[in-house]
């Protein structure tokens, strides 16, 4: 079991995704990205490699938000951050990322990327607001043909954008 950030008002916590999770995982994913959805098995697959960090935000029994990372090497990924648009804005988003810096530091990253559609920009104010900067941009990436923003944050103590607050 995960320590939990959030904030104690919330009455939610923050573990680690489980086989038992994918289900209702793979749901908010269906409802949250209907033109891009994750199938059910990619999860299954995705929190059984020994390379990745999968975390749920649990509220009163239901899964409201689920993020994941890739770590291999000096470079972390963000592979899926969500969390159910009812229960945006309450801190969910930002302590999940929070965890997988953390972890992917331990694992020993020094850094971590992430991309995110050019038109979202509530996503990329997350990001801003927790030490990501635009790295590159890559034209037309998605099937609907929105560019692809990839953004980068050091994971190194002493670098610029590895703190935030
Ligand atoms: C993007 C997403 C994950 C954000 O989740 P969230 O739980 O709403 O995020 P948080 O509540 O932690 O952060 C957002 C709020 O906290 C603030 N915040 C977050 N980190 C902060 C920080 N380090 N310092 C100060 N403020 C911060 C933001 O300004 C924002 O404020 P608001 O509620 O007034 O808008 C969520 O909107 C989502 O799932 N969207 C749909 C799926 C998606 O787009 N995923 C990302 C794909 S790349």
Sequence with gaps: MLHSELPAVAHAIMREMTLHDVEAVHT???????????????????????????????KEGEIVGYAGAMCIADTADIQTIAVLPQYEGQGYGRAMLDFLHR??????????????????????????????????????????????????KSLTLNSPGATHD
Excluded: K
Excluded at 32 to 56: C, G, K, N, S
Excluded at 123 to 146: E, T
């Design 28 to 58: 908010a994913e269906l409802s949250l990205f209907p033109a891009d959805a994750w199938p059910l098995e990619m999860f299954f697959a995705e929190i059984q490699h020994p390379t990745r960090a999968y975390v749920v935000i649990e």
């Design 103 to 152: 972890e992917s530091a331990q694992r020993g990253a020094q850094r971590i990327l992430l991309e995110v559609r050019a038109d979202n920009l509530r996503a990329q104010n997350l990001y801003h607001l927790n030490g990501y900067r635009q790295i590159h941009c890559r034209a037309g990436y998605y099937n609907d043909g929105v560019d692809a923003l990839i953004m980068e």
